[in-house]
């Protein structure tokens, strides 16, 4: 079968490049700063600010003047056309949900899918990257069985993915696995930036693990 995909857009392409999105996820967005250099030094070039934070919008705008042209940060939890028009204005350069359903975006957005008919919908619409979630109760074998049929969906499994299940869904055929709680910890809200450190290190490793 030949590869349907069309060509993947720069921000999605570096996404597919790191293996990783960090979702940056707390009651307030005041820590993200300092969450985020740490991830970035760890590695990690991929970075989603959720609307659900208070002063997320303030956050994807001091990230992008804070980091790295080489690091992309986009918003996450976008629920409808104004969340997306806000996150855009502030900066984002992707837009994730956890459902489908929003109108075409400037920027390249990943809706949130479950079911195969879900996932067909979006690539048909053009999605560049497909969200599954939540991913963590359904495991990698699902995504291997989905992409029997449907080898061409970049897919980008998302919630309840731990560490170590890093590697079994790119192994699988995720292009992408996106970590919020097992990455970020509460780093976010006070807790140790050591120990994100090394829980980045240990998730960029395996990365490169499920790619050699």
Known sequence: MTDQR??????????????LVAVLRAPTADGFAAVADVLVAAGITALEVTLTSRGALEAISGLRRQLPDTVVVGAGTVLTDDDAK?????????????????????VPFYPG??????????FQAGAPLIKL??????????????????PDVRIMPTGGIGLDDIAKWLTAGAVA???GG???GDAAT????????ARARHAVDAVAFARS
């Open 182 to 184: 097992p990455l970020i």
């Open 190 to 197: 006070g807790g140790s930036l050591t120990a994100l450190a």
């Open 6 to 19: 069309a060509p993947l857009d720069p921000v999605s392409a570096a996404i597919v490049d790191s293996g």
């Open 177 to 179: 696995v996106g970590l």
């Open 113 to 122: 899918t479950f079911s195969p008919t879900e996932i067909h919908a979006a």
């Open 133 to 150: 979630f939540p991913a963590g109760g359904l495991g990698p074998g699902y995504l291997k069985d989905v992409r029997g049929p449907l």
């Open 86 to 106: 806000a996150a855009v204005d502030a900066g984002a350069a992707f837009l994730v949900a956890p459902v489908s359903g929003l109108g075409p975006q400037s």
